[in-house]
């Protein structure tokens, strides 16, 4: 055999290989590795241990291993960009919640709804608003009074300025009910004050506080919503007193925005079923945020609808 037959024989050898380990790749069931979850707020925070509680469950779903990792900054939005951003295989997801998104508003972050997929939403929660358990304002009503005859005394801890906390209490003050708002960034700073009686009211989700529900720390006084809360079902909204505004709180799952449609389909409803599974519940009713299974897309107009309706009252 001559040098050119063999050489052409090598060369057809590697080819068949290279086109044999290309339809195999093809043909590999999507996912055949690990899955990275990459989380955007910091250890134990809410956003940490969502993605903690969801990792084990959704790795039952998919078959393979999703390992969380941390990846903080500007209002969680280093995460979502590191997320958006990954090769879009589907290999890389992440969590998204409403306090990153509301952070838009102010500028955070340079991705924004159109440049991600999202694929699932996880937790969804009303917000309520806090007093201490021995506060003179025993009722919603008593509260609005106090604030209309007082305006700008009585102190309201929020999580920060941009938030949906932000624009609920704006929204009060152009009805007449203004409160001075304290932001606290760090969630342990802004649960202790009203215990400690450095602010009067705070605003929070019932999950992050039950804690100090459960001890008869602090109570809450009104929902921000239009329907009684399933968890909470004796304590007033805030419709009832002729106010229409609520956000509700969310986290939720994104991916890339050219992840293909089959692999997100595989993740969409992998997570579904993770969660609505009953290893799962247990750890949303314990927070107070059990909510729907959702698609791609509805999962993507519930958040563009959370955002809108932030631009439109922060206007007000």
Not at 46 to 70: C, H, M, T, Y
Not at 153 to 159: C, E, F, L, M, T
Not at 176 to 182: A, E, L, P, Q, W
């Amino acid at each position: 055999m001559s040098f050119l037959q063999k050489f052409r024989k090598v060369v057809f050898t590697v080819v068949s290989f290279s086109l044999i380990v290309t339809v195999m790749d093809a043909l590999a069931e999507f996912p055949d590795r690990p899955v990275d979850l990459i989380c955007n707020y910091g250890p134990g925070g809410g956003a940490d241990q969502f993605s903690r509680a969801l990792s084990p469950i959704l790795s039952k779903q998919l078959g393979v291993k999703v390992q969380v990792s941390n990846v903080t900054g500007a209002a969680g939005n280093n995460g979502i960009h590191r997320t958006a951003t990954s090769k879009p295989d589907g290999y890389t997801i992440g969590t998204i919640t409403g306090l990153s998104v509301s952070s838009w508003l102010k500028g955070h972050g340079k991705l924004r709804a159109k440049d991600m997929t999202f694929l699932a939403i996880g937790q969804v929660t009303d917000s309520m608003l806090f007093v201490p358990t021995n506060s003179p304002y025993k009722t919603f009503k008593d509260l609005l009074a106090a604030a209309k005859a007082n305006p700008d005394k009585i102190k309201v801890a929020i999580s920060g300025r941009g938030g949906a906390d932000d624009v609920t209490m704006t929204y009060m003050a152009g009805k007449g009910y203004k409160f001075r708002t304290v932001p606290y960034e760090k969630p342990a700073e802004r649960y202790a004050a009203p215990i400690g009686g450095h602010v009067d009211v705070m605003y929070e989700e019932p999950g992050d506080v039950r804690q100090f529900v459960k001890n008869k720390q602090i109570r809450p006084i009104v929902v921000f919503s239009n329907q009684a809360n399933r968890y909470h079902p004796k304590v007033p909204i805030v419709t009832d007193f002729g106010l229409d505004v609520y956000f509700q709180n969310f986290r939720g799952i994104i991916t890339g925005k050219d992840v293909p449609k089959a692999e997100k389909e595989v993740l969409n409803k992998a997570l579904n079923k993770a969660f609505t599974s009953d290893a799962f519940n247990v750890f949303c009713n314990k927070t107070s945020t059990c909510t729907n299974a959702r698609t791609v897309e509805d999962s993507r107009q519930f958040v563009e609808k959370y955002f809108k309706g932030l631009e439109k009252y922060s206007k007000n």
